[in-house]
T-cell receptor, first 111, second 115 residues
Framework: GQQLNQSPQSMFIQEGEDVSMNCTSS?????WLWYKQDPGEGPVLLIALYKAGELTSNGRLTAQFGITRKDSFLNISASIPSDVGIYFCAGQLDTGNQFYFGTGTSLTVIP | DGGITQSPKYLFRKEGQNVTLSCEQN?????MYWYRQDPGQGLRLIYY???????QKGDIAEGYSVSREKKESFPLTVTSAQKNPTAFYLCASTSGRGRGNQPQHFGDGTRLSIL
């Protein structure tokens, strides 16, 4: 299957700092999704992107669909303790029905 | 409220047993998916179904089976042929048969352990 490279693998930041993470693929995607997963729970959709260059915000979260259609970025501004969790990117090819997932970025926010 | 319900939350299996994980959705979604998640790893696709009575293997289908007799339901059976079944299993669904710019939504997962 498709491999999505997500980085960084983990982050430890102070409360109030901004966070950036990204996801890259070797193939062109028509959809990029960003999820947050808390321990023992299912992933919750944060932001969905459907067009190259698209920049979408959801509160303190902002995500972008890369111009090359092979990457996507997620930024979290002014982090707070409840931002702790694992963030996953996911993408879908132009052809096919599958979604492919990155390996996740584990975020720890230190109060 | 509309959503995806997985049950049970925790499941224990003895060696050699088959077990079935339930996934029900009332979102009227056409496509449903099963993923396996291992510690520190991303989600790997087991099976997916775009419409009733049709399903396709994902990347790690060996040792698993599914059925899609109703639009709302997509149960996953972990058979005795799956030698390493301990994992967190996630069910997801999306509208538009899985295409057409629609995101996936997930249930809360079932954690399967071997006794």
């Amino acid at each position: 299957g498709q491999q999505l490279n997500q980085s960084p693998q983990s982050m430890f930041i102070q409360e109030g700092e901004d966070v950036s993470m990204n996801c890259t693929s070797s193939s062109i995607f028509n959809t990029w999704l960003w999820y947050k997963q808390d321990p023992g729970e299912g992933p919750v959709l944060l932001i969905a992107l459907y067009k190259a260059g698209e920049l979408t915000s959801n509160g303190r979260l902002t995500a972008q669909f890369g111009i090359t259609r092979k990457d996507s970025f997620l930024n979290i501004s002014a982090s707070i303790p409840s931002d702790v969790g694992i963030y996953f990117c996911a993408g879908q090819l132009d052809t096919g029905n599958q979604f492919y997932f990155g390996t996740g970025t584990s975020l720890t926010v230190i109060p | 409220d509309g959503g995806i319900t997985q049950s049970p939350k925790y499941l224990f299996r003895k060696e050699g047993q088959n077990v079935t994980l339930s996934c029900e959705q009332n979102l009227n979604h056409d496509a449903m998916y099963w993923y396996r998640q291992d510690p520190g790893q991303g989600l790997r696709l087991i099976y997916y179904s775009q419409i009733v009575n049709d399903f396709q293997k994902g990347d790690i289908a060996e040792g698993y089976s599914v059925s899609r007799e109703k639009k709302e339901s997509f149960p996953l059976t972990v058979t005795s042929a799956q030698k390493n079944p301990t994992a967190f299993y996630l069910c997801a669904s999306t509208s538009g048969r899985g295409r057409g710019n629609q995101p996936q939504h997930f249930g809360d997962g079932t954690r399967l352990s071997i006794l």
